[in-house]
Nanobody
Framework: QVQLVESGGGLVQPGGSLRLSCAAS????????MGWFRQGPGKEREFVTA????????YYSDSVKGRFTISRDNAKNTVYLQMNSLKPEDTAVYYC????????????????WGQGTQVTVSS
């Protein structure tokens, strides 16, 4: 069983930055692919970004490409999401998730989910 705890959300003005963290329990973190998803008001949960267990090829949705960066520190069992140039449409609950399988780019690929952290972009 894996427990994921997100932190770092909050209120930020448009154009600002936030860094989200997701701390994972367990010793197998380095073998999990990790992803960030978000769910805005009245919207379905959507893929934001993902990183494989090796820290190699990363994927981003078109809406965040060039503004968000995912990274991981396997020694700290933590994955990060650096969000820059934030826009009001980035307002959502952000979730981190862990995939124990081969794939890691869609919601259905993920086995474990955190509780989410609220990000609000508003002036």
């Amino acid at each position: 069983q894996v427990q994921l705890v997100e932190s770092g959300g909050g209120l930020v003005q448009p154009g600002g930055s936030l860094r989200l963290s997701c701390a994972a329990s367990g010793r197998a973190f380095s073998s999990y692919h990790m992803g960030w998803f978000r769910q805005g008001p009245g919207k379905e949960r959507e893929f934001v970004t993902a990183i494989p267990w090796s820290g190699g090829r990363t994927y981003y949705s078109d809406s965040v490409k060039g503004r968000f960066t995912i990274s991981r520190d396997n020694a700290k069992n933590t994955v990060y999401l650096q969000m820059n140039s934030l826009k009001p449409e980035d307002t959502a609950v952000y979730y981190c998730a862990a995939s124990v399988g081969f794939y890691y780019t869609t919601t259905n690929d993920y086995n474990y989910w955190g509780q989410g952290t609220q990000v609000t972009v508003s002036s």
